[in-house]
C-alpha cells in the first residue's frame, strides 16, 4: 500500500488513499447546513478533514476510510477538505500497520523495561506497591497511549513514555546520587497509570473520549486512589510514609495548580519526576513536529506549546524521514484485525 504520509502533506496537495478515523462528527455551520468534521491519520500524523455534505453518515471512530481529497490551509493549519469517502472492503487490502501510530519499541520488551526496574528496588514495601499498581493496569498497559492527541499519542505511548523517564531518571541518578532511586523509579512508573481509567482507547491505541471518571476526577486524583487502593492490597498501611510519598508525587507531577496539581512537588523526588514529565512529554511532541516539518522552515503554531517550533537545517536526513516516526510491529498489526 503506498501513498502520500500525512506527515508530508503540503497545501494544494491532491490525496487519494486510505486513513484511520480518530474522531468523527456531524456539525452546524453558522447559516445551518450540516458537515462532517473528522480526524484522520496514518502512523505519521493526524490532520483534520471537512466533508461539507451533511447527508454523509459520520464514519465509526477506529475505522479505516477510503478518501479523495484536497489539502487546504485554514487558520495556518493544513486540513483536508474531503469530496469522496468510503469505508474499506476486503478487496482493498489495506496494510494497517500503515495507519496506526505505534510506539518505537514491542510492547512487551518496554513492560519488561519497567518490571526490570521494580526488580532493581531495594524497598521492599515500594517494591510491593508499585507491583500492585502493574498488576491493577493488566493488559491494557500493552496497547495503552498516553493522551488523545499531544505527547505520546500512539499505541503503547503509556509504556513508551514510562521506559524513556525511566531512563531519563538513571541519568539524573548519576548527577544527584543522593536522590532516592528507588522513590524515584516508582513515581515515574506510577504516575500517569491512571490514564488508562481517564480515557476510553481500542486496541489500536486510538483514544475517542474521555470516561466519566476521567472527565470529573482526571488521572491525577484517581491515580492516588490507585496508590491508596494497591496499597492495600499490597498490605500496606495507608500512612505508611512511602505510600503518602508516591501519592504526593502522583498528584503534584503536572507543578502547578495552573496545569492541574493540586499541590506543587514539595520534596526532590517530586521535583525531579515532575521536570522528566516535562522534557520527555515536549521532546516527544516536538520530535513528531519537527518529522512534519521540512527543514529549514517553521511549523504552523502548535497550541500546546504556544509557539511556532523550527527544523533547523542541519539537523541529519534521517529527523526529516516521517514514515519512519511510528515503525511498526506484527503485534499491532493482529491487535487492530481483532477489531474490524
Request: with cysteine; net charge negative.
Amino acid at each position: 500500500m503506498e501513498q502520500t504520509a500525512v506527515a508530508t502533506f503540503a497545501k494544494d496537495q491532491k490525496f487519494e488513499g486510505f486513513l484511520l478515523v480518530r474522531t468523527s462528527e456531524q456539525r452546524a455551520s453558522a447559516n445551518g447546513s450540516r458537515y462532517l468534521d473528522m480526524t484522520l491519520c496514518d502512523r505519521t500524523g493526524d490532520i483534520n478533514a471537512k466533508l461539507w455534505d451533511g447527508a454523509v453518515t459520520p464514519p465509526r471512530v477506529g475505522s479505516i476510510v477510503k478518501v479523495r481529497a484536497l489539502v487546504t490551509e485554514y487558520n495556518g493549519r493544513l486540513q483536508l477538505r474531503v469530496n469522496r469517502l468510503r469505508e474499506t472492503e476486503d478487496a482493498d487490502d489495506v496494510d494497517i500497520s500503515m495507519l496506526v501510530p505505534c510506539a518505537p519499541y514491542p510492547p512487551r520488551q518496554m513492560l519488561q523495561e519497567v518490571h526490570a526496574a521494580i526488580d532493581e528496588m531495594k524497598n521492599e514495601k515500594l517494591q510491593r506497591l508499585v507491583r500492585e499498581l502493574i498488576a491493577m493496569a493488566g493488559d491494557e498497559l500493552l496497547y495503552f497511549p498516553a493522551a488523545q492527541r499531544l505527547h505520546h499519542a500512539e499505541r503503547s505511548g503509556l509504556l513508551h513514555h514510562t521506559t524513556t523517564m525511566l531512563k531519563g531518571a538513571r541519568h539524573m541518578l548519576e548527577v544527584y546520587p543522593w536522590l532516592d532511586r528507588d522513590l524515584l523509579f516508582a513515581g515515574v512508573i506510577a504516575h500517569d497509570l491512571s490514564k488508562i481509567r481517564e480515557m476510553k482507547s481500542d486496541e489500536s491505541g486510538n483514544v475517542n473520549d474521555y470516561t466519566t471518571e476521567g472527565l470529573l476526577l482526571g488521572h491525577l486524583v484517581r491515580g492516588v486512589t490507585q496508590v491508596r487502593e494497591a496499597a492495600r492490597r499490597a498490605g500496606l498501611a495507608e500512612d505508611e510514609e512511602y505510600v503518602l510519598l508516591l501519592e504526593h508525587m502522583v498528584i503534584s507531577h503536572h507543578g502547578e495548580a495552573e496545569f492541574g496539581s493540586p499541590r506543587m512537588p514539595m520534596f526532590p523526588e517530586a521535583e525531579m519526576l515532575h521536570w522528566l514529565d516535562v522534557l520527555d512529554a515536549r521532546m516527544n511532541e516536538m520530535n513528531g513536529i519537527v518529522k512534519r516539518t521540512p527543514s529549514g522552515a517553521f511549523s504552523e503554531k502548535i497550541w500546546s506549546l504556544d509557539r511556532r517550533v523550527y527544523h533547523p537545517r542541519y539537523t541529519s536526513e534521517m529527523s526529516n524521514q516521517p514514515e519512519e516516526a511510528h515503525p511498526s510491529h506484527p503485534e499491532a498489526e493482529k491487535a487492530y484485525q481483532g477489531l474490524l
